[in-house]
Nanobody
Framework: QVQLVESGGGLVQAGDSLRLSCAASGRTFSNYVMGWFRQAPGKEREFLATISLSTSRTYYADSVKGRFTISRDNAKNTVYLHMNFLNPEDTAVYYC??????????????????WGQGTQVTVSS
């Protein structure tokens, strides 16, 4: 499986922007559909965004559509999550995930076999 390491989390104020990165190693990154999820305290992990192998197709949860952008750089083995207009409800641990299944993109946790350790994002009001 591919190994994933997230970075870029931190403490920000409401309205701020933040970019998360997820570096992959161990396998051919361009063979993996990538996704971002988050888990807030006391809540289940939720899907945020996914991107296809070639970067041409993306899909977002309604809760972040228009505010978050997923992108990937296959040359750098990295997937990004650009987050704008953050609010306190975005406070959570953010995870990237990789799927080697032969689809365009996925939204279910069960479709992703590899996960990072997560990075904390805290948004103050």
């Amino acid at each position: 499986q591919v190994q994933l390491v997230e970075s870029g989390g931190g403490l920000v104020q409401a309205g701020d922007s933040l970019r998360l990165s997820c570096a992959a190693s161990g396998r051919t990154f361009s063979n993996y559909v990538m996704g971002w999820f988050r888990q807030a305290p006391g809540k289940e992990r939720e899907f945020l965004a996914t991107i296809s192998l070639s970067t041409s197709r993306t899909y977002y949860a309604d809760s972040v559509k228009g505010r978050f952008t997923i992108s990937r750089d296959n040359a750098k083995n990295t997937v990004y999550l650009h987050m704008n207009f953050l609010n306190p409800e975005d406070t959570a641990v953010y995870y990237c995930a990789a799927s080697s299944r032969p689809g365009i993109w996925y939204t279910r946790q069960v479709d992703f076999a590899s996960w990072g350790q997560g990075t904390q994002v805290t948004v103050s009001s």
